[in-house]
């Protein structure tokens, strides 16, 4: 079955710094991934989505991701951290390889951004 | 309307007690989902609708919850004899049937069972 794991609850970074939040997923096939951002009291915001081609997808607000099929990573990276980019983050999956059909999250990684 | 909507946006119930949390979807999409999200945890996924029907509804976790689309838009999720664990963020996302296509979620509605 289909799983993601983001292998970190918490991570604190300053503002200006780089970041990098881990997922890896499991899934036999090409996988449609996807991160999305959760800011409290907001619903789920798309920062960006893999289904095929350039492995290296670029998203909304400086965020890029790296789809990695020898390490089954997709990590989300970005150079530069504003505090406004407090928030959660989840790492999902598309269950049937799809772009319809349910997704499959991750635990989430909360970023605390220090000034 | 611009996004999903969500209806409440808080709800406290006592145990037992019968719920209805609606969501209405961006115009024109066929797609509804619903997820659950308990304290510390990402999204659980509950139920697809395409159109009027349920095409997955695996995620439901027992026969007290179920859901509806009665015209392929708004879609109600319904939870009879609420217990202290169904409370969670229950989140409605839609999208059409473009391939590639967004989920685009909605705030959610809290649902607290006392």
């Known amino acids: ?115 | 309307g611009a996004g999903v909507s969500q209806t409440p946006s808080n709800k406290v119930t006592e145990k037992g007690k019968y719920v209805e949390l609606r969501c209405d979807p961006i115009s024109g999409h066929t797609a509804l989902y619903w997820y659950r999200q308990s304290l510390g945890q990402g999204p659980e996924f509950l139920i697809y609708f395409q159109g009027t029907g349920a095409a997955d509804d695996s995620g439901l976790p027992n026969d007290r919850f179920f859901a509806v689309r009665p015209e392929g838009s708004v879609s109600t999720l319904k939870i009879q004899r609420t217990e202290r664990g169904d409370s969670a963020v229950y989140l409605c996302a839609s999208s059409s049937m473009l391939p590639g296509d967004t989920q685009y979620f909605g705030p959610g509605t809290r649902l607290t069972v006392l």
């Open chain 1, 1 to 115: 079955a289909q799983s993601v794991t983001q292998p970190d609850i918490h991570i604190t970074v300053s503002e200006g710094a780089s970041l990098e939040l881990r997922c890896n997923y499991s899934y036999g096939a090409t996988p449609y991934l996807f991160w999305y951002v959760q800011s409290p009291g907001q619903g789920l915001q798309l920062l960006l989505k893999y289904f095929s081609g350039d492995t290296l997808v670029q998203g909304i607000k400086g965020f890029e991701a790296e789809f990695k099929r020898s390490q089954s990573s997709f990590n989300l990276r970005k150079p530069s951290v504003h505090w406004s980019d407090a928030a959660e983050y989840f790492c999902a999956v598309g269950a049937d390889g799809g772009s319809q059909g349910n997704l499959i999250f991750g635990k989430g990684t909360k970023l605390s951004v220090k000034p």
